[in-house]
């Protein structure tokens, strides 16, 4: 059993950063794949970018790519999500999430995740 917990989330204008953080407890990251995803109001949860714990591969939403950059710190067995020149769309709760697997690519198909955290609240004020 893995417990997540996030933190990292607040109020942020327009074009500001944030970078939240994903740690566990119960057991360590390896052999698993970590992913962040966020839900906006009245919207599906969605795929956000993940890593493999163990290679370190990553993949991005096409929507956050080049702005958002995950990361993981394996002595703190805490991965985190630095979020640059941020949006109203970014706007959501963000939620981790673990993948057991020993794929060598993260998945980004939120069925396929097995842990997930409780969530912390992004605000992106214009």
């Known amino acids: 059993q893995v417990q997540l917990v996030e933190s990292g989330g607040g109020l942020v204008q327009a074009g500001g950063s944030l970078r939240l953080s994903c740690a566990a407890s119960?057991?360590?990251?390896?052999?698993?794949?970590v992913g962040w995803f966020r839900q906006a109001p009245g919207k599906e949860r969605e795929f956000v970018a993940a890593?493999?714990?163990?290679?370190?591969?990553?993949r991005y939403a096409d929507s956050v790519k080049g702005r958002f950059t995950i990361s993981r710190d394996i002595a703190k067995n805490t991965v985190y999500l630095q979020m640059n020149s941020l949006n109203n769309e970014d706007t959501a709760v963000y939620y981790c999430?673990?993948?057991?697997?020993?794929?060598?690519?993260?998945?980004?198909?939120?069925?396929?995740?097995?842990?997930w955290g409780q969530g912390t609240q992004v605000t992106v004020s214009s």
């Open positions: 890593l493999t714990w163990s290679g370190g591969s990553t």
């Open positions: 119960g057991r360590t990251f390896s052999s698993y794949a």
């Open positions: 999430a673990a993948h057991r697997s020993g794929s060598t690519y993260p998945p980004s198909s939120r069925n396929l995740y097995d842990y």
